[in-house]
């Protein structure tokens, strides 16, 4: 096994999914589980499914590795899937780019079936969604993701599918698959159908001895020839075209799954500890943005200020939200208006955080800064453009958003700007760590932002 985890170990720090950039996985193998479908209907591949541990995290992180294993002389994949060669004749391959991996799957989630390994085991649950057993292509998603999704067309005439594999796993119903699933249920049409999912059973890795319940894997319908958010607004912003009666919608859109969710699950009033939990998680993200991005250093106190005033005012209901709300989170499907997706929440947060009721207005204020975004993109790719006019594309942008969502759930966000504030800072100084590990030159659009916000508090 330590040469599967030495081949693992070596081509982890190359996948976008990977948290730890910059450094070697040290890597412990807790747990695997097989497909033995897939090597029913394809002999010469092996499909496994590994969970190994990173311990050299802190906390640790626990990953799935799906790979199908052929003997090398047979490997005709792309050199760019190829995991490598754990010994002489046998290569691996990345999983979701090998076709027996994907039909395995694709069935799992969509006729039900298990995989089996010594102590984890994963069983496919799917939805009435799932009725069409037709053929289907599959072709993995490329982009800027923290997960790996795969799409699954029908060729003929069924729903496509996409699904995604969750690369980093947490015990409990994952919240990507919780909070659309209902919402779809309750008739929602600002997120996709839900078709099924992957769920399972793996050794716990903070206790020695017993195990837990998670997500694997999740499919939805994929909506077909849309563009998310963020390339919509971009293209505006590129073009100079307005974009405050499309964020107004967007805006309404987003009161409209924060009503839906506030009825589907349980809202409380903010209590000392929440205060003091989500103080102190804006503690600890400043301080290990100042440790990885220096600059922050000079606007702590600044930064420090903002909080506190925020800290110092009433706080409105908690309920669930969508945690981790940008452009890219958001896709424009012609005749339905806006369809959020991805409610995994913050990759950089604990998971116990993100499935907590929350602030409604930290998704709002993740929305405001993504426009912040859309103009420093602008500006990093056309650098001779007035930044004046990009300037003001986002602020139209912010305020058409504000409108729609002040319209539509009557909450007054003037009233609680301080907080609106604090939360736009917070998640600015998220991003900033963001982008200091994963696109370091990016890293000037949220370090403009936090400079903004702290002299331009509300
Ligand atoms: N149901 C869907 N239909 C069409 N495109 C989708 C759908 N779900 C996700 N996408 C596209 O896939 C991208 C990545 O999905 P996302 O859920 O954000 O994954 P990750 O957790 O890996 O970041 C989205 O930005 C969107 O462009
Ligand atoms: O991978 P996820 O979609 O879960 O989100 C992570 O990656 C995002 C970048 O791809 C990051 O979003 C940041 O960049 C966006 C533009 O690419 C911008 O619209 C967002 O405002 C900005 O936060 C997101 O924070 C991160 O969690």
Redesign the pocket.
């Known amino acids: 096994m330590d040469s599967t985890l030495a081949c693992l170990a070596a081509w982890m720090p190359r996948q976008r999914w990977y948290a730890a950039k910059g450094r070697l996985p040290s890597l412990r193998l807790v747990a695997w589980w097989d497909l033995p479908s897939a090597e029913a209907t394809d002999p010469d591949a092996r499909v496994r499914t590994f969970l190994v541990a990173d311990e050299g995290t802190m906390p640790t992180v626990l990953y799935q590795i799906p790979v199908v294993s052929r003997a090398t002389a047979t490997v005709d994949q792309d050199p760019d899937h190829i995991i490598g060669s754990p010994e002489p004749g046998t290569t691996f391959i990345d999983g979701p780019f090998d076709s027996a991996y994907t039909s395995s799957l694709l069935s799992l989630l969509t006729r039900g079936g298990q995989g089996k390994g010594p102590t984890a085991h994963a069983w496919g649950v799917p939805t009435p969604v799932a009725v069409h057993d037709g053929p289907r292509t599959a072709q993995v998603l490329t982009g800027?993701?923290?997960n790996t999704s795969v799409i699954f067309a029908a060729t003929d005439g069924g729903i496509p599918i996409i699904c995604k594999i969750f690369r980093q796993l947490h015990p409990g119903v994952n919240p990507d698959i919780e909070l659309p699933t209902a919402l779809a249920d309750a008739g929602s049409s600002h997120v996709p159908r839900a078709v099924g999912s992957v769920d399972g059973s793996w050794p716990d890795i903070s206790t020695s001895g017993g195990s837990v319940q998670g997500s694997f894997a999740f499919a939805q319908e994929f909506l077909p020839g849309v563009e998310d958010a963020?390339r919509v607004a971009l293209r505006a912003a590129a073009g100079g075209d307005d974009f405050r009666d499309a964020a107004r919608e967007l805006g309404a859109a987003t009161a409209d799954v924060h009503l839906s969710l506030a009825e589907l699950f349980a809202t409380r009033t903010t209590e000392s500890a929440d205060r003091e939990s989500t103080a102190a998680t804006w503690r600890r993200r400043l301080a290990i943005a100042i440790a990885e991005v220096p600059a922050i250093a000079e606007r702590r106190e600044a930064i420090e200020a903002v909080y506190a005033h925020a800290d110092s005012l009433e706080w409105p209901l908690l309920q669930r939200i969508h945690g981790?709300y940008?452009?890219?989170?958001v896709l424009h499907v012609r005749g339905r208006g806006w369809v959020l997706v991805?409610f995994?929440g913050?990759?950089?947060r604990p998971m116990s955080e993100r499935t907590r009721p929350d602030l409604a207005l930290r998704d709002v204020a993740?929305m405001l800064?993504?426009f912040d975004?859309?103009a420093g993109?602008i500006r990093l790719d056309h650098p001779t453009r007035p930044p004046e006019a990009v300037r003001e594309w986002a602020r139209a942008a912010r305020q058409g958003f504000i409108e729609g969502y002040v319209e539509r759930s009557g909450v007054d966000l003037r009233a609680h700007g301080p907080l609106l504030a604090a939360l736009e800072l917070d998640?600015a100084v998220?991003?900033a760590i963001?982008e200091a590990r994963?696109r370091p030159t990016?890293v000037t659009i949220p370090l403009r932002g936090i400079h903004r916000l702290v002299d331009r508090p509300s």
């Open positions: 800027e993701q923290s963020w981790d940008h452009l890219g989170q991805d995994e913050e990759p950089l993740g800064r993504s975004y859309v993109s998640k998220y991003e963001y994963n990016w």
